[in-house]
């Protein structure tokens, strides 16, 4: 073994601790000093003897908690990068935490998440033996471009041997690393699917073979879903896991595979969180564990809500989202299931990237291809926008036919929650950036928020 | 009064679609869109804007190969002061050819120029430029530049780069004809160049939707983008 690996790994395993001290444990810092000091660290480092990973662009970090929860109860030692980041230092701080001194693995399997534009980083070093990519949209305008060009980077960056488990409903990740291995998940036909796409994002829209127009038997969502093309006959893989009959009110469904019909308990009524709980059910099963085992784990696990913070306070309830700032798919999904909940709403958009304000101006382009149509609802009683884009936000909302009396303006984010009506009985939903300023600002916005509302009560 | 968009299953990236829906809104002028396997409405209609958005490499050459029969027509259309525009990399499938590392590929040739692709090397920046006296503000995102005799181009550069970070004239325009990098809802966010577009139309008073909100964005973010301490690549 080489002596630079060495070096790192100690140099990497001593900053831990310093780390811990002074507080700043969690970050990347580790892995971006072993990366340093030996760049291909990641060949070198000990890893289990089975290595799970996940990418695509939306629930993968789902997926992997799911997945690792389920390995864990079953008594796998599991390694993962929940604590860190997804690109190439975030894994190489898991993998180095996860070996002695003497370089020696104290785990069973590692699941780990994947950014998919770092793959071509970890997957030369890193060969998983089975691969998850849970869908390609459209994602961050700057960094990723679009999703073909991000299917094109897991063609290429993804080991041959890798065995794949692909979405049936996607054809954009369907169509990743032709060659290889691989078993398809999919979602049958759910009530208020529809044939043409009614969202802005359409990421797949001709035929991947002869770009002839494509056809769909039901869409769940934006090119998510069952497709064929007239013209060559092109069609979507079948599903060798599909959720079927899925019941919202008894909050059950059925996954049928080679080995038939088996019923699960639903996870969540979110058709993206359905999707996440089918993946990892399909993950389980390639795993070799039977569906009574998988659904027994699955019972005493809950989908994390790390990024859905819900309270009563006063008369309301707050609920405060992260809705991906520049994310316009992510956004358009937020929007979509707060208009979707019963009951009046009111939402305070602040999804402003804060450090982008800091260094330069957030590209705005996200705003026209996220469906901002969805708040022109009668249930979405008042929206207040904020932030440093607060009136392009305002703009887009007026554009999108929000009526101007249920809209307002505001640039600071505590005066726009001075804004919001409050209304008894009505659920606010504070919608969030992703960078940590936004974070941050959320939380004191929120509690201002809830002081208000139990003020009000009182 | 009709606006044609030229295959928006394949042009239709960065929210670029904005720009055609918003020119519509604020004309009256309908909409009517041309896909790859269909023959553009434009050389036998009156059309008041043709509009071609941002693409995927695919999509370039799929339009390539769609539009090459129809490159005289436009010529034509353009001679006779037809408006058309032409945004993001839709710009590069005018050019001569797009170099993508070791591969040549061959474009229209209707612009004096050509790409060079690097899809490893995503360029974004902020853009501040002049389109006469008017203030042109938008984003890049793009993987590659291009490079030849782009003349005064569309905009002049005030920050940021113009076809290439070396050059100040960004964009191409021929007549009516213009062609820009800049990304995303360029007539949302330059209410002054869309009311210009809709005058070129033959709008004879233009008012855009929602004209004051549009003006108010503008401003700040001309202001933000003529601050020189605000950084402009990203």
Known sequence: ?458 | MKIEILYPEVCNLYGDLANAEYLSRSSGAEIVTTSLKEKPHFPEEDIALVYMGTTTERGQELVRDAFAPWLGALKERTAQGGLTLITGNALEIFGEYIQDEERKIPMLGLFPSHAERHMMARYNSLYLGKYGEMDIVGFKSQFGHSYGDNGEGLFTTVRGPGLNPEVKPEGFRQGNLMATYLVGPLAILNPPFAKELLHLMGVAAPQLECEDIAYEAYQIRVREFSDPNRGFTY
Not at chain 1, 244 to 269: C, F, I, N, Q, W
């Open chain 1, 1 to 458: 073994m080489k002596l630079r690996f060495l070096m790192a790994l100690w140099a990497a395993k001593l900053s831990q601790p310093l780390l811990k001290i002074t507080k700043h444990n969690g970050t990347n810092f580790p892995g971006e000093l072993a990366l340093k000091l030996c760049p291909d660290f990641l060949k070198y480092v000990a890893k289990p003897r089975r290595i799970i990973t996940v990418t695509g662009t939306d629930g993968k970090t789902s997926v992997s908690n799911l997945i690792c929860d389920m390995l864990e109860a079953e008594g796998q030692r599991v390694l993962n990068n929940r604590a860190g980041s997804n690109i190439n230092s975030g894994v190489a701080t898991s993998l180095l935490s996860g070996c002695t001194i003497f370089n020696r693995t104290r785990y069973d399997v590692a699941v780990l998440e994947v950014d998919e534009r770092s793959s071509k980083r970890i997957y030369p070093y890193v060969k998983p033996d089975v691969t998850v990519i849970t869908n390609l949209f459209r994602d961050s305008i700057m960094r990723n471009g679009h999703p073909e060009y991000i299917a094109s980077i897991l063609t290429s960056a993804i080991p041959p041997e890798t065995k794949l488990i692909l979405n049936a409903d996607d054809l954009i990740s369907a169509s990743v690393a032709p060659s290889n291995p691989r078993v398809y998940f999919g979602l049958d036909r759910l009530p208020g699917d529809v044939t043409e796409c009614v969202n802005r994002i359409n990421d797949l829209r001709i035929c991947p073979k002869c770009a002839g127009k494509l056809e769909y038997e039901y869409r769940h969502y934006h090119h998510i879903g069952r497709a064929h093309c007239r013209d060559c006959g092109f069609q979507s893989p079948a599903p060798d896991y599909l959720g079927t009959d899925v019941d919202l009110e008894k909050m059950t469904m059925t996954v049928r595979d080679a080995a038939g019909d088996h019923p699960y308990k639903l996870l969540s009524d979110s058709t993206f969180n359905i999707y996440n709980q089918v993946t990892a059910i399909a993950l389980m099963r390639e795993l070799g564990m039977d569906h009574d085992k998988i659904a027994s784990l699955m019972s005493h696990i809950k989908i994390a809500e790390s990024r859905y913070l819900s309270q009563k306070a006063g008369q309301v309830e707050v609920v405060m989202q992260m809705a991906k700032d520049r994310n316009a798919l992510a956004c358009s999904r937020v929007f979509d299931y707060v208009t979707s909940r019963p009951g009046e709403k009111e939402l305070l958009l602040m999804m402003n990237n804060l450090s982008d304000d800091l260094h330069w101006s957030e590209n705005t382009c996200w705003l026209y291809d996220c469906d901002f149509e969805f708040l022109n609802d009668d249930g979405v009683i008042h929206v207040v926008a904020t932030g440093p884009r607060a009136k392009d936000y305002y703009l887009r909302l007026r554009l999108a036919g929000v009526p101007a009396d249920r809209v307002d303006c505001v640039r600071d984010e505590f005066e726009a929650a001075d804004k919001l009506l409050l209304r008894p009985g009505s659920s606010v939903y504070l919608l969030y950036g992703a960078d940590n300023r936004s974070l941050t600002m959320a939380h004191r916005v929120r509690e201002k928020i809830i002081h208000r509302a139990e003020e009000a009560q009182a």
